[in-house]
């Protein structure tokens, strides 16, 4: 009898199982290589501490209280000479409120946006105008910042004259000075959208 030839063994199933085992093996180096990685990453440096004391305390930035509209006028400068800034001379005044719209508008000019603090502005004229930034710094004017608009007031005397008259200075119309009593200067900064 002629001898029967073996079938072919079907080799798909071993092919399958170890096509599947390199499978899960790259997966498992893979995840182990992202693990080493990621703890590397993450991993911080150890400094030594030494503790002979509590910590410093770490300062905190201050910030400027916002300005109380409801406040304006509530305080009257003296009549007498007691003041300084109550001697002022109304032309002298008068020309300072319009150095400080001349400096805001040059502000906005130079970095193409009004001053978003009132400090931000004091920076910007101290050098040119130490006098307006002592008064601006001792309250005397008040800087309302990110003002936009073109007519809006930018800066206000924060207390009334013995009239109950605040001088105000608008951003247009080159520092356009008025003069205008508490309520008149709230309502305006409210609509303004200063408050």
């Known amino acids: 009898m002629p001898k029967k ?6 080799n798909t199933l071993w092919i399958g199982l170890a096509v599947g085992g390199a499978v899960v093996l790259i997966i498992i180096i893979a995840g182990a290589v992202g693990v080493y990685v990621y703890s590397q990453q993450n991993e911080q440096p150890k400094v030594a501490v030494k503790l002979d004391g509590p910590p410093p305390a770490i300062p905190q930035p201050q910030q400027q209280p916002k300005p109380k509209f409801k406040d304006v006028g509530d305080k009257p400068r003296p009549s ?13 005044r008068i020309n300072e409120l319009r150095n400080i719209g001349s400096f805001y508008q040059q502000y906005v000019l130079n970095f193409n946006r ?10 910007y004229i101290k050098r040119d105008a130490p006098g307006i930034k002592q008064a601006i710094d001792e309250k005397y004017y008040f800087i ?15 207390d009334p004259d013995t009239m109950g008259r605040h001088g105000t200075v608008r951003m247009g119309g080159q520092g356009a000075q008025e003069d205008m009593s508490s309520q008149e200067l ?6 303004q959208g200063s408050q």
Do not use: S
């Open 5 to 10: 030839k073996a079938a072919p063994a079907d």
């Open 80 to 92: 007498g000479n007691t003041n300084l800034r109550a001697r002022i001379d109304r032309i002298e």
């Open 114 to 123: 009004p001053p978003a603090t009132a400090n931000d502005f004091t920076e």
């Open 144 to 158: 309302v910042p990110n003002v936009r608009a073109g007519d809006a007031i930018v800066a206000y005397e924060f």
């Open 186 to 191: 709230v309502a305006q900064l409210k609509a």
